[in-house]
């Protein structure tokens, strides 16, 4: 893998709106490290009009998200485990749980795929089932798409 990426983050609550996924293409950094995947990029906050720094680090069986700025929080991932974590936003902190179900991965010479589904709580209650695809790719690939 190279370090200039296009990475692609797309996601879908099953219980909301199944039909309308969420995505963002865009383009970062990408290192490897002790044998960890990591992604860095960097995304707007369409309501604030500030920039959100984002940190994907993958291995050793586990997904980390981690996100600082006008949003700051940490997702773990991690398949058969409950993650507690608090997600502070601008309409205050919440506190929400990640069970992992299943995670499967893809990893070649210049492309990596995660794909997670995941149950959310916020608060202690269930919101949603969940998906999300990590999808990152050098940009020497002739398809990047």
């Given at each position: 893998m190279t370090k200039d990426i296009r990475v692609s983050v797309?996601?879908?609550q099953f219980d909301i709106d199944p039909d309308e996924p969420v995505e963002l293409i865009t383009f970062g950094d990408y290192y490897h490290k002790n044998g960890k995947h990591y992604i860095l990029y960097d995304e707007i906050d369409?309501?604030?009009g500030e920039n959100i720094k984002n940190r994907i680090k993958i291995g050793g069986g586990k997904i980390e998200v981690v996100k600082t700025g006008t949003t700051n929080g940490q997702l773990i991932f991690e398949q058969g485990?409950?993650?507690m974590t608090y997600y502070d936003s601008a309409v205050g902190s919440l506190l929400m749980g990640v069970?992992?179900?299943?995670?499967?991965m893809i990893e070649e010479e210049d492309h990596i795929q995660a794909k997670v589904r995941y149950s959310l709580e916020m608060n202690y209650s269930h919101v949603s089932e969940c998906e999300?695809?990590?999808?990152?790719?050098?940009?020497?690939e002739r398809r990047l798409i």
């Open positions: 797309s996601g879908i369409i309501e604030e485990k409950n993650h069970n992992t179900d299943s995670i499967e999300i695809t990590i999808d990152v790719r050098s940009m020497n």
